[in-house]
């Protein structure tokens, strides 16, 4: 969700800059964010509920040529936003991503490159469960007059110390890669 950050960023500010600005972004309610899974029986979608989002946030940056840098660019997404559609899996998740010690997933925007034709890389850091992990990815952009933000990014879950659950005694396994994806859409 960070990634709807850098992006608006890029779009309104190209110029060079050495200084951190601050500006304020109004994340809109049709914003989707989703993390899909897959098992060795069926595959499984968890929708965020955007009314688990702060809508307004004050970010940081620098820009530097075609480098965006942030500074406090923080997005906590409680884990009880997150619904997998059926109340077995939604349990399951949250033993997972171990909700009761760890309640929120923290995604820290860092770096936003522009490239050619609306395309872009970002570079945030994740935190889940108290692990941090670093990870850059493609994004894909269209300007104002609401600005979209589109991303795809793979992870494996054993990489934030997490164990896929088994059940029916290992005949259902989840497998370890997941695929966060997000469809932002955002307002300076």
């Known amino acids: 969700m960070l990634i709807y950050i850098f992006l608006v960023f890029l779009i309104s500010f190209r110029g060079s800059a050495q200084e951190f600005h601050e500006k304020t972004i109004d994340i809109l309610p049709t914003t989707r964010l989703t993390i899909d899974g ?50 077995a899996i939604d349990k399951d998740f949250h033993l997972l991503l171990k909700t009761k010690e760890y309640p929120q997933i923290h995604l820290q925007l860092l770096e936003a490159r522009l490239k050619e034709d609306h395309k872009g890389e970002v570079t945030v850091r994740i935190e889940i469960a108290g692990v941090s992990k670093i990870y850059s990815f493609p994004i894909q952009f269209r300007p104002s007059p609401i600005d979209r933000f589109v991303g795809k990014l793979k992870l494996n879950i ?31």
Do not use: Q, W
């Open 158 to 188: 054993r990489d934030f110390d997490l164990e896929p659950p088994k059940k029916l005694m290992g005949l259902i396994v989840i497998k370890e890669e997941i695929e966060i994806s997000f469809d932002l859409l955002a307002r300076l």
């Open 38 to 87: 897959e098992a060795n029986v069926k595959n499984f979608t968890c929708v965020f509920k955007t009314e688990f989002l702060t809508r307004k946030k004050n970010i940081s940056y620098a820009v530097d040529e075609k480098t965006i840098r942030f500074k406090n660019a923080v997005l906590n997404l409680r884990n009880e936003g997150f619904n997998c559609g059926h109340k």
